[in-house]
């Protein structure tokens, strides 16, 4: 690929600077805001210098040579980031890290739609990348810009996911990576990817908001590129979800789609997608993008419900969701600036509403962990709002893997997950749903007769 030139800009005063010269915490010297990557054709908000039309990469081309390149045995056209790296011209193609992420699966939920009362609902599985979450798309994009770079070391503060594709793609690029975990509140699977990855992996004595903290400090003082989702390349990456949602809906646009919030960098990415595309021509509309939080990790609805989102909240977060546990997150403006573009919501689920959102998606044989369970959750409540109608098509992404979070599944199903005063709170209603997913292992003794009676109990009750 050839280079365009990129620039960033400020996404708080529009300041502009050549990609290389950021600084290492990727905030602006001037007003301490986060950037965008923006390219010679990107559409300004609020700035007369747009180019011309002739200047614009062609829509129809581009669907063509995207097409093409699913044919291709290149690892940079076999990548369903790179595939579009047209539209994210950040590296040379000679430096791509590439473990052929995305092409991920867009699956359909009728049971859950059913349940709802929509017509449809449709689910983007991020989870179905290499490492098991959404963050190959992101990561992928960053490291590839890191190696361009020379940096030898990069390093990241994670709830376990970012850690894990960081870790990952490091060790494909023979390149040092250093992980910032809070003790004790990451799911195991994710622990162990970053261990079986080579990383160098820091368990610290605090939350994740306490390990961005440290890291801020450490990558001013050391040759190490920070890959949290501050990092404006991450979010090329994971514009590219977008991408190929629409071109496996052969270009329709969805009305909505639902994302869960952590850091709060993921919706902005992909609203950034859409818009990119609505600005060549190749959508005619963009989709309503929704946030939804954890009630225990909502600084983002606390936000807007008690300023309109003036200012943020922070919150001590508290959430079995340990991928979203984060109460200061960082691109929180960027995400704000998201659901006011294109006209999204943000809602705020319980625990027991997380879990069993997570049992029904698992139920249709598709399986995610607890975070990205809250989208079905907070469509629920959009739906009872009379924010999203009958016919309209939503997108949910599911961010990560069900394997990510086994012990959380396996406390559910047992009945475990819980606290009695939690239980209590559930509606007679839920309760019901809840009995009909719960499907605990059974223990019996290795006797023909009494699996045979157990079973034949069972299958009466499936036809009664
Ligand atoms: N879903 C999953 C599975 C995640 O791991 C994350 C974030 C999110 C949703 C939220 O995305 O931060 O862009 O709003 N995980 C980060 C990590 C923080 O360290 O793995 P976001």
């Given at each position: 690929?050839?280079?365009?030139?990129?620039?960033?800009?400020?996404?708080?005063?529009?300041?502009?600077?050549?990609?290389?010269?950021?600084?290492?915490?990727?905030?602006?010297?001037?007003?301490?805001?986060?950037?965008?990557?923006?390219?010679?054709?990107?559409?300004?908000?609020?700035?007369?210098?747009?180019?011309?039309?002739?200047?614009?990469?062609?829509?129809?081309?581009?669907?063509?040579?995207?097409?093409?390149?699913?044919?291709?045995?290149m690892p940079v056209d076999q990548s369903g980031v790179w595939r579009f790296r047209d539209l994210l011209p950040i590296v040379d193609d000679a430096n791509v890290v590439t473990l052929r992420e995305g092409n991920t699966p867009l699956y359909d939920l009728p049971r859950a739609a059913k349940s709802i009362g929509l017509d449809w609902i449709l689910a983007k599985h991020q989870g179905m990348n290499p490492t098991g979450s959404f963050?190959?798309?992101?990561?992928?994009?960053?490291?590839?810009?890191?190696?361009?770079?020379?940096?030898?070391?990069?390093?990241?503060?994670?709830?376990?996911?970012?850690?894990?594709?960081?870790a990952a793609y490091a060790a494909r690029a023979g390149m040092r990576s250093i992980v910032f975990i809070p003790e004790g509140k990451i799911a195991w699977g994710k622990l162990s990817q970053s261990m079986d990855y080579g990383a160098l992996t820091i368990q610290l004595k605090t939350d994740f908001d306490g390990c961005v903290n440290v890291l801020t400090d450490l990558v001013t003082r050391f040759p190490i590129m920070l890959l949290n989702s501050v990092n404006p390349y991450r979010l090329e990456g994971q514009k590219t979800p977008a991408f190929e949602l629409v071109e496996q809906l052969e270009w329709q646009v969805p009305e909505h789609i639902i994302v869960p919030g952590g850091n709060l960098a993921n919706g902005s990415a992909l609203a950034k997608g859409f818009a990119e595309m609505h600005h060549l021509g190749l959508i005619s509309r963009i989709p309503k993008v929704s946030i939804i939080q954890a009630q225990g990790a909502n600084p983002l609805y606390l936000s807007l419900q008690e300023n309109g989102g003036e200012e943020l909240i922070p919150v001590k977060a508290n959430t079995r969701a340990t991928a979203i546990r984060i109460g200061n997150p960082a691109s929180w403006r960027k995400a704000l600036r998201a659901l006011r573009t294109t006209g999204g919501w943000c809602e705020e689920v319980t625990e027991q509403e997380i879990a069993l959102a997570k049992a029904q998606i698992g139920s249709e044989g598709i399986g995610c962990e607890p975070a990205s369970a809250v989208t079905l959750a907070g469509l629920k409540k959009l739906v009872a709002q009379g924010k999203i109608g009958r016919e309209?098509?939503?997108?949910?992404?599911?961010?990560?893997?069900?394997?990510?979070?086994?012990?959380?599944?396996?406390?559910?199903?047992?009945?475990?997950?819980?606290?009695?005063?939690?239980?209590?709170?559930?509606?007679?209603?839920?309760?019901?749903?809840?009995?009909?997913?719960?499907?605990?292992?059974?223990?019996?003794?290795?006797?023909?007769?009494?699996?045979?009676?157990?079973?034949?109990?069972?299958?009466?009750?499936?036809h009664a």
């Amino acid at each position: 690929m050839k280079v365009a030139t990129h620039q960033l800009r400020c996404t708080e005063c529009g300041a502009r600077i050549a990609g290389n010269a950021v600084n290492s915490i990727f905030r602006c010297p001037i007003c301490n805001g986060l950037y965008d990557v923006i390219y010679p054709w990107s559409a300004i908000p609020g700035e007369e210098s747009s180019p011309s039309a002739s200047n614009l990469p062609n829509a129809s081309a581009l669907r063509w040579l995207w097409q093409e390149r699913r044919t291709s045995t290149m690892p940079v056209d076999q990548s369903g980031v790179w595939r579009f790296r047209d539209l994210l011209p950040i590296v040379d193609d000679a430096n791509v890290v590439t473990l052929r992420e995305g092409n991920t699966p867009l699956y359909d939920l009728p049971r859950a739609a059913k349940s709802i009362g929509l017509d449809w609902i449709l689910a983007k599985h991020q989870g179905m990348n290499p490492t098991g979450s959404f963050k190959d798309t992101g990561m992928t994009a960053a490291l590839s810009v890191a190696k361009e770079r020379g940096f030898e070391w990069v390093a990241c503060a994670s709830t376990g996911n970012t850690s894990a594709a960081m870790a990952a793609y490091a060790a494909r690029a023979g390149m040092r990576s250093i992980v910032f975990i809070p003790e004790g509140k990451i799911a195991w699977g994710k622990l162990s990817q970053s261990m079986d990855y080579g990383a160098l992996t820091i368990q610290l004595k605090t939350d994740f908001d306490g390990c961005v903290n440290v890291l801020t400090d450490l990558v001013t003082r050391f040759p190490i590129m920070l890959l949290n989702s501050v990092n404006p390349y991450r979010l090329e990456g994971q514009k590219t979800p977008a991408f190929e949602l629409v071109e496996q809906l052969e270009w329709q646009v969805p009305e909505h789609i639902i994302v869960p919030g952590g850091n709060l960098a993921n919706g902005s990415a992909l609203a950034k997608g859409f818009a990119e595309m609505h600005h060549l021509g190749l959508i005619s509309r963009i989709p309503k993008v929704s946030i939804i939080q954890a009630q225990g990790a909502n600084p983002l609805y606390l936000s807007l419900q008690e300023n309109g989102g003036e200012e943020l909240i922070p919150v001590k977060a508290n959430t079995r969701a340990t991928a979203i546990r984060i109460g200061n997150p960082a691109s929180w403006r960027k995400a704000l600036r998201a659901l006011r573009t294109t006209g999204g919501w943000c809602e705020e689920v319980t625990e027991q509403e997380i879990a069993l959102a997570k049992a029904q998606i698992g139920s249709e044989g598709i399986g995610c962990e607890p975070a990205s369970a809250v989208t079905l959750a907070g469509l629920k409540k959009l739906v009872a709002q009379g924010k999203i109608g009958r016919e309209e098509r939503v997108v949910l992404v599911l961010t990560g893997h069900t394997l990510k979070d086994s012990n959380y599944t396996i406390d559910y199903h047992r009945g475990e997950l819980f606290t009695p005063e939690e239980d209590a709170e559930i509606s007679a209603a839920d309760q019901a749903l809840h009995s009909a997913l719960r499907k605990p292992p059974l223990v019996l003794d290795p006797d023909p007769d009494t699996v045979f009676r157990m079973l034949e109990s069972q299958m009466k009750l499936v036809h009664a």
